[in-house]
T-cell receptor
Framework: GNSVTQMEGPVTLSEEAFLTINCTYT??????LFWYVQYPGEGLQLLLK?????DKGSNKGFEATYRKETTSFHLEKGSVQVSDSAVYFC??????????FGAGTRLFVKA | SQTIHQWPATLVQPVGSPLSLECTVE??????LYWYRQAAGRGLQLLFY??????ISSEVPQNLSASRPQDRQFILSSKKLLLSDSGFYLC????????????FGPGTRLTVT
């Protein structure tokens, strides 16, 4: 089936720490993959995307690489800031009209 | 550029009252439109989506309905709200170019009392 699994949170880090949020997907074919970020009280914002194997999406210091062999799309950032505190959602296209979202991972960054 | 609007931003309604939430998109034509609900601290639940005027697909049987009276307008309604309808309601539109990513509105916080 089609699903997206991401690591449970919350993830708590100190400022300037390295961030990894794991995401794996199941799929037939070659879905597009996305990371979204949701700040408190707001809608989701597209953070980055990748459309084919080995593509690397990047934005605002965040990166994720489309790994077909491990069906993964892990989110990384070398040095997090307090302002990165938010909920992060991994997602994949379905080839139809819908997008499948993971359950979300809450990140807290302490000063 | 495209923008998506939702209103109201917050709403407090008593149980049994009606509901109407509105979503409009600017800067694109014939978008796919979506309504999601997000319970407190939880993930996204797809409620409805629409691929054109008057075309509504329901994902979860429940107390809500949706309508699309115009190309860029999507409305979420209820005749009688339940306590369990409380949540954060998000409207989104999808690009048919590129990766088919979705773009979300600012959301409506609904509290049913």
């Amino acid at each position: 089936g089609n699903s997206v699994t991401q690591m449970e949170g919350p993830v708590t880090l100190s400022e300037e720490a390295f961030l990894t949020i794991n995401c794996t997907y199941t799929a037939t074919g070659y879905p597009s993959l996305f990371w979204y970020v949701q700040y408190p009280g707001e809608g989701l914002q597209l953070l980055l995307k990748a459309t084919k194997a080995d593509d690397k999406g990047s934005n605002k210091g965040f990166e994720a690489t489309y790994r077909k062999e491990t069906t993964s799309f892990h989110l990384e950032k070398g040095s997090v800031q307090v302002s990165d505190s938010a909920v992060y959602f991994c997602a994949r296209s379905t080839g139809g009209f819908k997008t499948i979202f993971g359950a979300g991972t809450r990140l807290f960054v302490k000063a | 550029s495209q923008t998506i609007h939702q209103w109201p931003a917050t709403l407090v309604q008593p149980v049994g009252s009606p509901l109407s939430l509105e979503c409009t998109v600017e800067g694109t034509s014939n978008p796919n439109l979506y309504w999601y609900r997000q319970a407190a601290g939880r993930g996204l639940q797809l409620l409805f989506y629409s691929v054109g005027i008057g075309q509504i697909s329901s994902e979860v049987p429940q107390n809500l309905s949706a309508s699309r009276p115009q190309d860029r307008q999507f409305i979420l309604s209820s005749k009688k709200l339940l306590l369990s309808d409380s949540g954060f309601y998000l409207c989104a539109w999808r690009s048919e170019r590129g990766a088919n990513e979705q773009y979300f509105g600012p959301g409506t916080r609904l509290t049913v009392t």
